[in-house]
């Protein structure tokens, strides 16, 4: 592209992307790992798709979505303007969108009850669509928070895979707001390695170099690519 031509668009490119791919390469090479080694998801709820196509253009293609809904309305137009996208649901899973998250998303980072592995395992045979899935660790046992107690990991993730049949590729957790992250993260590390588990969501804007050093293979980046989110759309987040 001509340089005249590439002005406008630069003005609007999202700079928080290269900043963030930045602060990856600097803590893999800190904590001697490869940088493939660590996906970087875009969170880009409550974005529209006019924010979205610039980091899409800018060469991100995994993004993460914390509604069903939300995303159906977004993504699919997206998903076939950009081919080779990946997107994940990071949010709450409610039984009832099971058959619509298994058929949009390729990765699933919320399960964390019978009811939602029941719902899994029946859409993933129906539709013969496999979602990467994560159970989610509520490693501070918030009581308004989802995802599964310590305590209990060991016993649900054997759950999953004999009661349910399901492939469990991960664990995810989201720390508790005001708790330093690290030892939320060594926890999930430490769970994961017992069951097996190789892969390990963890990490946000604000700690995703942390999550990398603790062996994070998936942050979960929204802020600091898109910029704020409205006040409103907080809750739940
Ligand atoms: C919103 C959200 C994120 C991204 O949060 P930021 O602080 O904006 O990076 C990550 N994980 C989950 C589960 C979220 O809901």
Same mark, same amino acid.
């Given at each position: ?24 390469? /600097?803590?893999?090479?800190?904590? /001697?790992?490869?940088?493939?080694? %660590? ?121 999953? /895979? ?47 170099? %942390? ?27």
């Amino acid at each position: 592209m001509a340089p005249e031509n590439s002005l406008p668009i630069t003005a609007h490119l999202p700079n928080g992307l290269s900043a963030v791919e930045q602060e990856i390469a /600097r803590a893999c090479k800190q904590a /001697r790992r490869d940088p493939a080694s %660590v996906t970087l998801i875009a969170v880009s709820k409550t974005f529209d798709a006019g924010a979205i196509t610039p980091v899409i253009e800018a060469g991100q293609r995994v993004f993460g979505e914390n509604r069903v809904q939300e995303a159906k309305a977004k993504w699919p137009g997206l998903m076939s303007a950009y081919p080779g996208l990946a997107l994940h649901l990071i949010g709450p899973l409610q039984s009832n969108k099971a058959k619509d998250a298994v058929a949009l998303f390729d990765a699933i980072h919320s399960v964390d009850r019978p009811s939602i592995c029941e719902a899994l395992a029946r859409e993933i045979a129906s539709q013969k669509r496999q979602p990467q899935l994560f159970v989610q660790l509520n490693t501070g046992e918030e009581p308004q928070k989802a995802g599964v107690a310590p305590v209990d990991a060991d016993a649900f993730i054997a759950g999953c /895979r004999e009661k349910y049949g399901l492939e469990i590729s991960g664990l995810m957790c989201i720390p508790p707001v005001n708790d330093a992250p690290a030892p939320h993260f060594a926890l999930t590390a430490k769970i994961a390695a017992r069951n097996g588990l190789k892969n390990l969501s963890m990490g946000m804007s604000a700690d995703f170099a %942390v999550a990398i050093q603790l062996g994070a293979t998936h942050v979960r980046v929204g802020s600091a690519i898109f910029g704020a989110r409205a006040a409103s759309s907080l809750r739940g987040a």
